[in-house]
């Protein structure tokens, strides 16, 4: 039971390139979240799925897109980078009104 | 929609002493409060929670306590120990599908 998995750990890009996030989960959770955290700051929502086949704007969605590919798998897009996305990104899950457990991370540097 | 407030945003005590940290909420439908913590370069790992239909809960060193009426509950740790120092979160969670609210933080160090 691997919990929350996302790829990959670590992305340097240059402005104007783009890139996916993978996040994954195997605890049969139904909502799966992106936040990403700037240095020092607190959790900040970019989108949410609260069930396959559904997706919804969190607090910062502007430069992003997701994906709800399946119940166990949430990929957000980065179309065209900017330095403001620099930060850290996390994936979590959770069940219902249960825990929300999260991923271990991307650390995103784009120059 | 929730809106959730934490304070204080940094707490450090000597090692041994208890810490308390705060926060609100705004929603009276919230009925879930979980409580986070985030130590550096890691991902934010809950250490207790609690439901509204329930006004404490311990865990060891930690406890949280609820009050719906005034809309608040806090996390108290005692017998601080150095590996306490992390940064701490509160959530709370309206109900149905949205997402959890959380508070900015607290910075939380421990002084040996």
């Known amino acids: 039971n691997a919990g929350v998995t996302q790829t990959p750990k670590f992305q340097v890009l240059k402005t104007g390139q783009s890139m996916t996030l993978q996040c994954a989960q195997d605890?049969?959770?139904?909502?799966m979240y992106w936040y990403r955290q700037d240095p020092g700051m607190g959790l900040r929502l970019i989108y949410y799925?609260?069930?396959?086949?559904?997706?919804d704007k969190g607090e910062v969605p502007n430069g992003y897109n997701v994906s709800r590919l399946n119940k166990r798998e949430f990929s957000l897009r980065l179309e065209s980078a900017a330095p403001s996305q620099t930060s850290v990104y996390f994936c979590a899950s959770r069940r219902d009104t249960d825990t929300q457990y999260f991923g271990p991370g991307t650390r995103l540097t784009v120059l | 929609g929730e809106n959730v407030e934490q304070h204080p945003s940094t707490l450090s005590v000597q090692e041994g002493d208890s810490a308390v940290i705060k926060c609100t909420y705004s929603d009276s439908a919230s009925n879930y409060f979980p409580w986070y913590k985030q130590e550096l370069g890691k991902r934010p790992q809950l250490i207790i929670d609690i439901r509204s239909n329930v006004g404490e809960k311990k865990d060891q060193r930690i406890a949280v306590t609820l009050n719906k009426t005034a809309k608040h509950f806090s996390l108290h740790i005692t017998e601080t120990q150095p590996e306490d120092s992390a940064v701490y979160f509160c959530a709370a969670s309206p109900s149905g599908n949205t997402p959890l609210v959380f508070g900015k933080g607290t910075r939380l160090s421990v002084i040996a």
């Open positions: 605890m049969n959770h139904n909502s």
């Open positions: 799925s609260a069930s396959e086949g559904t997706t």
